[in-house]
């Protein structure tokens, strides 16, 4: 009788707790697709921005559910939109982020309309599909979803869809931060950063980033002595700027791990052929490593990156005529620093390499540059949610914490306590290589798996038990 009595009591509590019905996701993933063809049409390209326009669409689109909304803007054009599902307050808020400005294109290299969301052969081609239109796509969905279900919450749900993450963060993340901060204060941020690997039809592993680079956009500057172009001179400012170049292309940082590079080399030795996993798991090998290094270097420029502070030389200028010796000439180099980086020592070290009076390094103007911050937590409820998210939508597959190679403004939401990860859409090493290339893309099936692992990451921490 008392097993009984248990039995019951047992079965009367579970019946008891909110149950969420399972979402249709491929109406979701179909609905997303639609909000994000909409998105790439309007164009946003920063410089100039207008983000407003994307903004007002996602707006009337949130006006039409019923959830509040909002759009603060510090310049003409450029709108940011903030909206919020509210919860019982037991927890803190998690914030869903993405930006709605994109970068340029050279139209002429792009084979269709880079403003026209095509959909081809299982692609849906455009700026922003993958930076960074599909995080805001699929943020906005999750938020549909959860306030069609009327599951209770135990945390707010923000939506934050912000402008001039590409270059102008004043205007967005920067503005919401020092002046807008009680609208988005949160204890967890979903942004971008991450991506779910796939080769060969199959999803290799999820990656979460947790860190990310520190981008220090550098100047270097040759001076010489200006005169006819039929008297070639020894202080040719860009014969000696040539020479800089050169030496900073042959030049590898030092490598050096941390919490977020050695847990993702260690569970991506775990997922991979026994190959690539001697790769892996010999990187600090005083020997190995040594051809480790240089075969990433060749084979796998996002891994190298992710191992060193990084240096690209991106644009050259020097010279009007071509029977001028020019008086000066210019290089920008972009360099990513790990988020531990003593950057005064390694511009010094720069100096002795180039070892060359003629040339100036000038770095970035204090607060130029987004800060370092520490990782988010790998023992988080959130990113435990993440895991259980990606083992329910790609099953025998890995989390991998990653230190994004590129920078997002979850930099400026970690220096203010939030713990903030990255997600992204499912794609293979050709999409990521599209990224602010021609041709972006992404598979449209991705986008549906990307939508199913956000919202149940969400669901995972925010619907009340």
Do not use: C
């Amino acid at each position: 009788m008392k097993r009984l009595l248990l039995v019951l009591l047992a079965s009367t509590l579970a019946s008891a707790q909110p149950r969420t019905p399972e979402p249709d996701f491929n109406r979701a993933r179909d609905e997303a697709i639609q909000i994000l063809q909409n998105l790439i049409r309007i164009d946003t390209s920063n410089p100039p921005g207008n983000e407003t326009k994307a903004a007002s669409y996602l707006k009337a689109i949130l006006d039409k559910e019923g959830i509040p909304s909002e759009i603060f803007t510090l310049g003409e054009g450029r709108g940011n939109l903030v909206a919020r599902l509210k919860g019982n307050g037991k927890a803190r808020p998690i914030l869903l982020v993405a930006h709605l400005d994109v970068v340029g294109v050279e139209r002429d290299k792009w084979t269709m309309d880079p403003f026209g969301a095509t959909t081809k052969d299982g692609y849906l081609y455009g700026r922003g599909v993958f930076d960074d239109k599909s995080n805001a796509a699929a943020a906005l969905e999750v938020m549909l979803m959860l306030n069609r279900s009327k599951a209770p919450l135990d945390r707010d749900i923000i939506f934050l869809a912000e402008s001039g993450e590409e270059g102008t963060p004043s205007i967005g993340m920067d503005f919401m931060v020092q002046q807008h901060w009680e609208k988005i204060d949160a204890e967890f941020a979903i942004n971008e950063g991450g991506w779910v690997l796939e080769e060969n039809g199959k999803v290799r592993y999820v990656a979460v980033a947790t860190s990310e680079k520190v981008g220090n956009a550098t100047r270097l500057i040759a001076r010489g002595t200006s005169g006819h172009g039929s008297m070639p001179r020894p202080d040719n400012a860009i014969v000696h700027l040539a020479a800089a170049i050169a030496k900073l292309g042959e030049y590898q940082p030092p490598m050096r791990l941390n919490e977020t590079t050695r847990t993702f080399f260690k569970r991506l030795a775990s997922v991979s052929p026994p190959n690539e996993a001697l790769l892996y798991a010999n990187i600090q090998d005083p020997v190995a490593g040594k051809v480790v290094e240089e075969t990433f270097r060749n084979a796998n420029v996002m891994l190298n990156s992710m191992l060193r502070t990084s240096i690209s030389p991106n644009i050259f200028n020097g010279g009007f005529r071509t029977n001028v010796i020019p008086a000066s000439a210019e290089a920008a180099l972009d360099i990513r620093a790990l988020p531990d980086e003593d950057m005064g020592e390694f511009y010094a070290t720069l100096k002795r390499i180039i070892n060359d009076p003629a040339i100036e390094i000038v770095p970035p103007a204090p607060g130029a540059s987004r800060k370092a911050t520490p990782p988010s937590r790998l023992d988080s409820v959130m990113f435990q949610s993440i895991e259980n998210a990606q083992g329910a939508v790609f099953p025998g597959t890995a989390t991998l914490p990653v230190m994004f190679t590129a920078a997002t403004d979850s930099a400026q939401l970690r220096a203010k306590g939030v713990q903030a990860y990255g997600l992204g859409s499912v794609l293979s090493e050709e999409d990521r290589s599209r990224m602010h290339g021609n041709d972006e893309r992404l598979s449209t099936e991705g986008i549906g798996k990307f939508v199913e692992l956000m919202y149940r990451a969400v669901a995972g921490v925010a619907v009340a038990k």
